[in-house]
T-cell receptor
Framework: GQQLNQSPQSMFIQEGEDVSMNCTSS?????WLWYKQEPGEGPVLLIA?????ELTSNGRLTAQFGITRKDSFLNISASIPSDVGIYFC????????????FGPGTRLSVLP | NAGVTQTPKFQVLKTGQSMTLQCAQD?????MSWYRQDPGMGLRLIHY???????DQGEVPNGYNVSRSTTEDFPLRLLSAAPSQTSVYFC????????????FGPGTRLTVT
């Protein structure tokens, strides 16, 4: 089935640093979602993107829908300890109807 | 609103046993889905439903059954559990609009021995 690639797989950063991660697909998507998952919890929706080139913010988080429609980016500014978790991208393409495909996640650790 | 609820939180089964994972939502969402999460593999779609009485298979449906008799409930049945079904299972729901933004339950951690 369709696969999404996320990079990096994991990252260790100092508190206060900015974070960048991305998600790529071999297919064109019409919707990108970004989720955060904390240990023992379900994924929580952070940001949704619907148009190529779209840039959307949610507090210190900013995500962009790539202009090629095959990628998306998530940035976190001035990281804090509670940013720790796994960040997942999910994409929905024209051939998938209402279903999303999920990336394997980027595990973020924030060092005080 | 409770959102999406799942029971049980944890379950241990022996190979060959059957069980039902429960999922309910109180947001009047038409679309509901079940995923399994395995280390390093992200979330994989098992089954989904676009409304009461309508279900369809996702990417990894083998060994699982679903039904949707009401808008609120979408149970997942394991007929004969196998160790390969050890995983964390998530239920999600969304409106059937242009967004299909999915909201997840807290998950069920299943171990099959």
């Amino acid at each position: 089935g369709q696969q999404l690639n996320q990079s990096p797989q994991s990252m260790f950063i100092q508190e206060g640093e900015d974070v960048s991660m991305n998600c790529t697909s071999s297919s064109i998507f019409n919707t990108w979602l970004w989720y955060k998952q904390e240990p023992g919890e379900g994924p929580v929706l952070l940001i949704a993107l619907y148009k190529a080139g779209e840039l959307t913010s949610n507090g210190r988080l900013t995500a962009q829908f790539g202009i090629t429609r095959k990628d998306s980016f998530l940035n976190i500014s001035a990281s804090i300890p509670s940013d720790v978790g796994i960040y997942f991208c999910a994409g929905r393409g024209y051939n998938y109807g209402q279903n999303f495909v999920f990336g394997p996640g980027t595990r973020l650790s924030v060092l005080p | 609103n409770a959102g999406v609820t799942q029971t049980p939180k944890f379950q241990v089964l022996k190979t060959g046993q059957s069980m039902t994972l429960q999922c309910a939502q109180d947001m009047n969402h038409e679309y509901m889905s079940w995923y399994r999460q395995d280390p390093g593999m992200g979330l994989r779609l098992i089954h989904y439903s676009v409304g009461a009485g309508i279900t369809d298979q996702g990417e990894v449906p083998n060994g699982y059954n679903v039904s949707r008799s009401t808008t609120e409930d979408f149970p997942l049945r394991l007929l004969s559990a196998a160790p390969s079904q050890t995983s964390v299972y998530f239920c999600a729901s969304s409106y059937r609009d242009r967004t299909y933004e999915q909201y997840f339950g807290p998950g069920t951690r299943l171990t099959v021995t």
